[in-house]
């Protein structure tokens, strides 16, 4: 099983362009949720969806949008990149009725100029 | 609200000395509490956890127990490895609505031959 892939691994952005990062897993769970990772910080939580065709918003969801597109599939979109958005973003999964343990991607590395 | 403390990093050890992490944490109710790891240019990968007090979590040499009369859930290991240098995340889910999940900031260890 792949588990939970991400893309972009890296990407470099000028301020105020756009771009949507995709998450997908293969592991049939109903909960999905990007991060960001900051020093320092730990992760926080931007925007989370509990179940398909619903997405709810987490901590630190200014500046961002979601979709999830299908049961597999969660995608997270800048539509104009501040500096402040640069991070690591990672995405994870969980099968939320049977276990609080969640999977993660293996992150995109963000670089807002 | 909830909140995860961990102790500041890095942590430097030599290869086969005890190593011990310190968590605290600040929820109500009853939290699960975990330890997640992230190898260099990787994304968290459970290493623990346990769901109730006195439960004792254990991986890989790794041990924690919910201490609940403390609030802690500290990481221990007899004797360290270099493979063990990463990043260790505490944390904590509430269990409750869509299983929101707070994690602390993060230690870094670092063992040396």
């Known amino acids: 099983n792949a588990g939970v892939t991400q893309t972009p691994k890296f990407q470099v952005l000028k301020t105020g362009q756009s771009m949507t990062l995709q998450c997908a897993q293969d592991?049939?769970?109903?909960?999905m949720y990007w991060y960001r990772q900051d020093p320092g910080m730990g992760l926080r939580l931007i925007y989370y969806?509990?179940?398909?065709?619903?997405?709810d918003k987490g901590e630190v969801p200014n500046g961002y949008n979601v979709s999830r597109l299908n049961k597999r599939e969660f995608s997270l979109r800048l539509e104009s990149a501040a500096p402040s958005q640069t991070s690591v973003y990672f995405c994870?999964?969980?099968?939320?009725?049977?276990?609080?343990?969640?999977?993660f991607g293996p992150g995109t590395r963000l670089t807002v100029l | 609200g909830n909140s995860v403390t961990q102790m500041e990093g890095p942590v430097t050890l030599s290869e086969e000395a005890f190593l011990t992490i310190n968590c605290t944490y600040t929820?109500?109710?009853?939290?699960?509490l975990f330890w997640y790891v992230q190898y260099p240019g990787e994304g968290l990968q459970l290493l623990l956890k346990a769901t109730k007090a006195d439960d004792k979590g254990s991986n890989k040499g790794f041990e924690a127990t919910y201490r609940k009369e403390t609030t802690s859930f500290h990481l221990e290991k007899g004797s360290v490895q270099v493979s063990d240098s990463a990043v260790y995340f505490c944390a904590l889910s509430d269990r409750g609505g869509y299983q929101k999940v707070t994690f602390g900031t993060g230690t870094k260890l670092q063992v040396i031959p």
């Open positions: 592991m049939n769970h109903n909960s």
């Open positions: 929820a109500t109710g009853y939290p699960s």
């Open positions: 969806s509990a179940s398909e065709g619903t997405t």
């Open positions: 994870a999964s969980s099968d939320q009725l049977n276990s609080d343990t969640q999977y």
